[in-house]
DNA sequence: TAGCACTCTGTTATAACGTAACGGCCACGC
DNA sequence: GCGTGGCCGTTACGTTATAACAGAGTGCTA
């Protein structure tokens, strides 16, 4: 297994610009465009690691005036999610930028998200979860999400966010 | 692993009165009220394997003069996922009943959903998953969710639903 | 250079999902 | 009787998400 970054103390600020560059290097690769918009949302959902809601990213984009309708923030979201630059967290109807932006497209993600202060971090679930159950049922999985609530370290140990 | 039931042809009746049965005499030991609402409630997720949403199942009392605003819908939902007799699915925004009434209360729960006919399959994730990546963060799971889509094996084989 | 195709963005409107809050009803126990 | 507590009915609203169409920019090509 990797290592589930997003609670330990890291440089950040190495962490954003790692992602923005594996972002725009995937980008040119594949012919897809990271436009303005685009490039501003995933900067937005990499300055920490929580789970941020596509209003509230809309309401980030709003005050900078690059857009405040609700298919503004959607269409970026789904743009990042596609290219695997952000996932959805479904039990939060959030998404977070991807902390792997390095590994292999549409890789198998699972969340480790502390309710108390809200961060989310990303595991490589590098084998599929559920495998012998789903063979068992004769049952092809295609995509598969691992959402874990609970409590993380620094809240564990009672200092809260 | 257990038996992912809900794709294989199996006895449904059976399937739906042990599931009532168990609910029920949950009910008696814990000294929870299976009312007449709920119980119907649950009767309506029971009457397939797939997920129904909260309005769907509103629709459905509703036609039966059971309450048609959504609260009631929800507060029914609440209390039998709270009661560990039915589940969420968090991708769908949607609920099923669960096909495990006779495991531990708050077992914890793994899906495995067909996409094409929406049919819903329920194994029982007897190990944590992320647990090896969960200690190695310090982050303590306290309920994780578990949930793959692709198609069952009907689906595959050009049945359809 | 005019016309076309394509993609991205702007906007309106609405659908789908979910909950807070209050009041009434009923059963139960004292 | 009378309070207590749980359940249900209802109003009103908040949050999340999408369909559908219009406009702007880019690049191709004939």
Redesign the interface.
């Known amino acids: 297994?990797?290592?589930?970054t997003?609670?330990?103390p890291h440089d950040h600020h190495a962490c954003v610009s790692t992602a923005l560059a594996a972002a725009e290097a995937a980008c040119a690769e594949r012919g897809a465009r990271l436009t303005p918009l685009r490039r501003r949302a995933l900067e937005i959902l990499l300055e920490s690691h929580k789970a941020l809601g596509a209003y509230d990213l809309l309401e980030r984009l709003a005050a900078e005036g690059l857009g405040d309708k609700p298919p503004v923030a959607y269409r970026a979201l789904n743009f990042l999610t596609e290219q695997g630059f952000a996932h959805r967290i479904?039990?939060l109807n959030a998404y977070v930028a991807c902390s792997h932006p390095d590994a292999a497209e549409g890789h198998g993600a699972?969340f480790?998200i502390?309710?108390d202060c809200g961060r989310v971090?990303e595991?490589l679930?590098d084998k599929?979860?559920?495998g012998?159950?789903?063979q068992?049922?004769?049952?092809?999985?295609?995509?598969?999400?691992?959402?874990?609530?609970?409590?993380?370290?620094q809240c564990?140990s009672g200092a809260g966010a």
Do not use: H, I, N, Y
Not at 1 to 4: H, I, K, L, Q, Y
Not at 136 to 153: N, Q, Y
């Open positions: 297994m990797s290592d589930p997003g609670f330990a479904e039990r699972a480790l502390c309710r971090a595991a679930a599929a979860p559920l012998a159950d789903a068992d049922a004769g049952f092809t999985v295609e995509d598969a999400v691992v959402e874990a609530r609970g409590l993380c370290p564990q």
